[in-house]
């Protein structure tokens, strides 16, 4: 079947801009996650969305990142005034039961 | 809170030769472990996985690992090495706390050479 699906595979912004990064977990998951990738940094946990309940953001950087999942199925990850250090590759898993964890293909942003 | 260590950052081996990765961990109850890979340019792929009972664990792609409490490790091994199985390898906690989320090691990097 199909696997988790994010979109763009790559954005190149400028400095100050905002960008907006969508993902599609796999049909059914009610758990949705987004992590960073970053070299200095390695994966980092962002945010957690589980069914109806408040979402998880103590992994969010700052105050410039936020995200949404509506209808309890795709989510946007929305970083507000990008700086160069947002640049990274930003990946979506979602899960069934909140164990297994099933990754995309990730968005490498690119900030200049 | 939990933390991840794999103590090799970069390995090579020949191709049909036999790979053992190193992953430790620090927590608290009985863990949940995982190994992924990730290939460039690629997400990441869930070779296994450890929640509880028999302590070694078979994969994908002819993967397997051993959960030895006493030590604190998962290691991650297989017995002949396949030029295509050159890629990053994550080993990773699920944590108990709030929302599961996962934290990884620092990656290592696996060199096949011809």
Redesign the interface.
């Known amino acids: 079947g199909a696997g988790?699906s994010q979109s763009p595979s790559n954005k190149v912004t400028e400095k100050g801009k905002d960008v907006e990064l969508r993902c599609d977990p796999i049909s059914g998951h009610t758990?949705l996650?987004w992590?960073r990738q970053s070299l200095g940094q390695?994966?980092e946990?962002l945010i957690?969305f589980?069914g109806n309940s408040a979402p998880?953001k103590?992994?969010l950087p700052s105050d410039r990142f936020s995200a949404e999942r509506t209808g309890g199925s795709v989510s946007t990850l929305t970083i507000q005034r990008t700086q160069q250090e947002d640049s990274a590759v930003y990946?979506c898993?979602s899960?069934h039961n909140?164990?297994?964890?099933?990754?995309?293909?990730?968005t490498r942003l690119t900030v200049t | 809170a939990q933390s991840v260590t794999q103590p090799d950052i970069h390995i090579t081996v020949s191709e049909g030769a036999s790979l053992e990765l190193r992953c430790n961990y620090s927590y608290g109850a009985t863990p949940y472990l995982f190994w992924y890979v990730q290939s460039p340019g690629q997400g990441l792929q869930l070779l296994l996985k450890y929640f509880s009972g028999d302590t070694l664990v078979q994969g994908i792609k002819g993967f397997e690992a051993e959960f030895k409490r006493s030590q604190s490790s998962f290691n991650l091994r297989k017995p002949s090495v396949h030029w295509s199985d050159a890629a990053e390898y994550f080993c990773a906690v699920l944590g108990e706390t709030s929302g599961s989320r996962l934290t990884f090691g620092e990656g290592t990097q696996l060199t096949v050479n011809p």
């Open positions: 988790v758990a996650y992590y390695g994966l946990f957690y589980q998880d103590s992994g990946l898993a899960a909140s164990y297994e964890q099933y990754f995309g293909p990730g």
